[in-house]
């Protein structure tokens, strides 16, 4: 593949996460100490929306296997006639008008729903273009690192130039304003970027896709289900984590400044990592290496919920966060691999709406995740501006911050034990399905190192260990 096609996919979750990670980052501190909106009603906004956002996942994901262009192919058209409106709806949700509490809170949803539609509809197929730009194990975990920096960057620029700037005698709204208004610019760039270097060239034999077809690929997809569960239990703790985490810092420890830190470090361990990942793929499997990150994040943020002192926590969320990076490197090249198996089994080839469960899975972790860390906040009493919290506040910001993610990680790990769908029974899979196409003449000949023979003798005489199968 392509490098110039790999950085353009990467800067695709660039943009994504200009609108994601700005509201998952800060839409909660916008919502109590900008709009003025209570901590137990932005929770439960939250929640809602995101349940909403969850179910709005599912619809793209119909609306993306319906749909071909023979100009633009199947995917990209999503990205480039939706990325401008989802920018413009980031910049309405963070411009909350002062018109009295109900009116407010009937703004946020509205707008905060809409900008959800929105970045599905734009997500979805950008999420799904993986699966049909590489077959290839290697390549698509360098599209998954690729995303993984693009979306990193954003975070760590967001932690490193925006966090500090949240202080209680700052304008906000006009921060606020300024950066999404900026957002848009840059994002439409990176969008277009994206468009016109990630191809789709996955041959496949039925362009549009209809609902029988849909749940017939979904319905006994084991692999699908379980990645799906798993990352539902994981991306509730990551929400919680990265929801509380400004709190944490700014309020337990009093160490706001350290949050820019955190998030520079975060960015140098990718650039430290990514490099390593193909071959550490390669030699343990994705699913394994699923399980060993996954146990480490845990154990990072048991160590930050139990921290007597700011440096304790400091390394504790430091360690867990190695594990999520590792995990979010590797978690797209997975799903996109859960394709292969639904079309083993049926014949149909459906990006569009496997994508979209494991999307709306994780949005619906994201719904539990960020009102859990809301709704910790209210029960500890959180009183927004002010200079001291009270010691059970501080607890609440503790367990949204740390407990919740801890708890969480380890669920994800006992689910992703039963995950059946090993490196090297992938390999099988996509050689099958490339003789099939072939022996029916609906493709291009497979090549003569994809075929089920020859990766069988590999096997055989490969040294490396691998995963069970």
Sequence with gaps: MRPLSI?????????????????????????????????????????????????????????????YSKRFGKFRPFILFGSVPLLVLSVLTFSVPQIGATGMLIYAYLTYAALGLAYSLVNI???????????????????????????????????????PLLKPDAD??????????????????LYLFTFFTAKEVVQRDVPRVTMKQSVATLKGNTPLLLLCISSLLLLTGMLSSSTAQIYFLRDVFGAL???????????VLIFVVAP??????????????????GLVSAAGSTVAFLAPTVWVAFAGMVLSMVGL????????????????????????????????????????GQA?????????????????????????????????????????????VLVMLLYPLTDKRHAEIVAEIAERRAAAGSAVPIAPDLSTAAFRAQDATSPRPSEDD
């Design 325 to 364: 990076l590792l995990i979010n490197m590797l978690i797209w090249a997975l799903e996109a691999d859960t394709v292969e198996y639904g079309e083993w089994k049926t014949g149909v080839r459906t990006e569009g709406i496997t994508y979209a469960l494991f999307s709306f899975t994780r949005k619906t």
């Design 125 to 163: 197929p950008y999420g799904s273009l993986a699966g049909a730009m590489t077959q290839n194990p290697s390549d698509r975990a360098k599209l998954g690192t690729a995303r993984t920096i693009g979306a990193a960057v954003v975070g760590a620029g967001l932690g490193i130039f925006v966090a």
């Design 172 to 189: 906000l709204q006009f921060l606020f304003t300024a950066m999404t208004l900026g957002f848009v610019v840059v994002g439409t760039a």
């Design 368 to 412: 539990i995740g960020g009102a859990l860390a809301a709704y910790a906040l209210a029960i500890g009493g959180y009183v927004a501006g002010a200079e001291v919290q009270t010691d059970a506040a501080t607890w609440g910001i503790r367990a949204g911050a740390a407990l919740v993610p801890a708890v969480f990680a380890l669920l994800a």
């Design 7 to 67: 950085i353009g996919y990467g800067a695709g979750d660039a943009a994504n996460n200009l609108a994601f990670t700005t509201a998952t980052m800060f839409l909660l501190v916008y919502y109590t100490d900008v709009a003025g909106i209570s901590a137990a009603a932005a929770g439960t906004l939250l929640l809602v929306v995101r349940i909403f956002d969850a179910f709005a996942d599912v619809f793209a994901g119909r609306v993306v296997d319906r749909t």
């Design 276 to 293: 390593f990942v193909p071959r550490i793929v390669r030699r343990f499997g994705k699913r394994n290496v699923y399980i060993a990150s």
């Design 257 to 267: 400044n350290l949050y820019p830190i955190l998030s520079l470090l975060q960015l």
